[in-house]
């Protein structure tokens, strides 16, 4: 049996479907996803950007992946988390264990960042965020 879950297209108040695939045994939770369970669950899409050019197609690779079982949903979705060390908002020790929660989670730490580092180093960011994409 499979389930279906509507989401709000980016373009439009339309909604799209996606369709939840049940997992006889679930993933394991451990930051990789090399769980057979995955590959039965199709990818979600296609995707369209919400910013900067509202309803055109991504400029980068995204995929997502929706499982559920007895217990939970679970949902597949590659993540870059860039961690200023000098965040006094969110304390680094936050980071550790993200994994758990995050299955596909990839932390890159920057020393003299801080909770705005986005804003602080915009081509430090850019440069990571493109080395990720690959």
């Known amino acids: 049996m499979n389930g279906w879950a509507g989401l709000p297209a980016a373009n439009g108040p339309s909604t799209r479907v996606v369709r939840a695939v049940r997992a006889a045994r679930p993933p394991v939770i ?3 996803l090399d769980d057979d369970c995955w590959i039965l669950a199709p990818l979600a899409g296609p995707f369209t950007q919400r910013d900067p050019d509202e309803g055109q197609a991504p ?3 995204t995929e997502v992946r929706f499982l559920y079982d007895d217990e939970a949903l679970k949902v597949r979705v590659p993540t870059l988390v860039i961690w200023g060390l ?3 908002s969110l304390l680094p020790g936050c980071a550790e ?3 758990r929660w995050v299955p596909e989670v990839e932390v890159q730490r920057v020393d003299d960042g801080s909770h705005w580092i986005v804003y602080e180093k915009p081509a430090l960011i850019s440069e990571k965020i493109r080395a990720w994409l690959g």
């Open 86 to 88: 000098k965040d006094t």
């Open 30 to 32: 451990d930051g990789r």
């Open 59 to 61: 400029t980068q690779r």
């Open 97 to 99: 264990g993200l994994e």
